[in-house]
Nanobody, 130 residues
Framework: EVQLVESGGGLVQPGGSLRLSCAASGFKFDDYAMAWFRQAPGQERKGLSCISPLGGSPYYAHSVKGRFTIASDNANSAVTLQMNDLKPEDTAVYYC???????????????????????WGQGTQVTVSS
């Protein structure tokens, strides 16, 4: 069974930090591109960052570039998202997703599109508030 399980969400004050983790199983993690998305209430799901085993620099949406960092932990089949300087507008459910890297490569210039991804986690809530 394919599983992506997010963890690390919670309540944090503005300016604080959180690290999200996504544990993967049931597929060859090292062969897949991994991404983080988020969805705020009443908003569309938006891509934040992705990383590919085929190489190249990780991709970041402008809204989080310089604050968020994606990393793969291949030994543990996990991907993390380090989030710093959190803002109230970062409040959302955060999702982990996985994509076949060959298909992903066809969208390398615009990789944060939902249809690129084959597998999705159930999400973890992040709330940024005083």
């Amino acid at each position: 069974e394919v599983q992506l399980v997010e963890s690390g969400g919670g309540l944090v004050q503005p300016g604080g930090s959180l690290r999200l983790s996504c544990a993967a199983s049931g597929f060859k993690f090292d062969d897949y591109a991994m991404a983080w998305f988020r969805q705020a209430p009443g908003q569309e799901r938006k891509g934040l960052s992705c990383i590919s085993p085929l190489g190249g620099s990780p991709y970041y949406a402008h809204s989080v570039k310089g604050r968020f960092t994606i990393a793969s932990d291949n030994a543990n089949s996990a991907v993390t998202l380090q989030m710093n300087d959190l803002k109230p507008e970062d409040t959302a459910v955060y999702y982990c997703a996985a994509a076949d890297p060959i298909y992903y490569s066809d969208y390398a210039t615009e990789p944060l599109q939902s249809f690129v991804y084959d597998y999705w986690g159930q999400g973890t809530q992040v709330t940024v508030s005083s």
